[in-house]
């Protein structure tokens, strides 16, 4: 599944990095190929997050220019702010230089620190990061536009330990008809275009969104909801998460960096604490390979 790129390897070749980021595969860095905040910042954020989170992570929304999820005076407010917004920068930057026009016109989602042990959190299934699953309805609706990914270890010592079971093709071949996107023929029993009342629902959103742009959340497709369902059965039913049919650890050493189109690939965050993550929402209309996203992989199944 992961698709390894030294330095300069993906210098050489950028084309090669989008191929297999389109391939859904995880594009894996053995070292972190953009700058990382200083030592320093670094950590501050690991000695002094873990303490003041509220939420399930500590993200910055570029949209509003603020950070959700933690309690704090001003000034760490203002560090951890600035700190992200610096971090997504880089971020951006290193996926124009890769992946070209694939970028084009994203909208960024988040840019968030993870400072707790994702192991033995005790979260709810469907919140739960430990359990093998693919993301859907991210920060609201995405209509089939792309779940791009970007992840750095900033733990300064241990590995951070991700398990998948195989790509969406593999999920929904797999498990399409038990968690009822398919039928028995292997056709898509539901709809995901959007009609009419959709399309009402995202214009009043968009209205709201003009007001307070975290609004867009409210958001919601036919798609996302096919999704959503596909997502919260890998979660909730007791003989997906017993089936180990194409399951693989794969280990992310200290400040090493790995994206992935999260749609697309199945996975589940099983240890470790302390990572950036990235999400931003690409426009499907920008891949080489449409036919590789979930929406369009859905579509070519409908009866």
């Not at 070749?13 to 391939?23: C, F, I, S």
């Not at 954020?45 to 500590?58: A, F, W």
């Not at 230089?97 to 988040?110: I, K, P, Q, S």
């Amino acid at each position: 599944m992961p698709a390894t790129f030294e330095d300069a390897a993906w210098r050489a070749n950028p084309d090669a990095v989008r191929e297999a980021l389109e391939a859904n595969r995880i594009v894996y860095f053995p070292a972190c190929p953009l700058p990382l905040p200083p030592e320093d910042t670094l950590d501050f954020l690991r000695r002094e997050l873990p303490s003041r989170l509220k939420l399930k992570n500590i993200s910055y929304h570029p949209e509003a220019g603020k950070v959700s999820g933690l309690e704090a005076d001003a000034e760490t407010t203002r560090r951890v702010t600035e700190t992200l917004r610096s971090h997504l920068d880089e971020v951006q930057a290193f996926l124009r230089r890769v992946t070209g026009d694939l970028v084009e016109g994203a909208r960024v989602g988040t840019c968030s620190f993870r400072p707790i042990e994702e192991q033995g959190r005790n979260l709810k299934p469907h919140a739960s990061n430990e359990l093998v699953h693919v993301d859907a309805g991210a920060y609201g609706a995405t209509d089939g536009d792309r779940i791009l990914r970007f992840f750095v270890n900033v733990n300064p010592a241990r590995d951070r330990v991700w398990a998948t079971k195989g790509s969406f093709e593999d999920m929904i071949t797999r498990y399409g008809a038990r968690a009822g996107l398919l039928d028995d023929a292997g056709r898509l029993r539901l709809p995901i275009e959007k009609r009419g009342g959709d399309r009402l629902v995202s214009a009043l959103v968009a209205g709201l969104a003009r007001l307070n742009p975290l609004a867009t959340v409210l958001d919601t497709s036919p798609y996302d909801r096919a999704m959503r369902r596909l997502h919260n059965y890998m979660k909730d039913d007791p003989e997906f998460r017993a089936d180990m049919a194409g399951y693989e650890e794969i280990r992310f050493p200290p400040r090493s960096a790995w994206m992935v189109f999260t749609d697309g690939v199945s996975h589940a965050s099983l240890e470790r604490q302390f990572a950036l993550v990235t999400t931003m929402i690409v426009r499907r209309a920008r891949m080489r390979w449409p036919e590789r996203a979930p929406f369009n992989a859905l579509l070519a199944r409908a009866a």
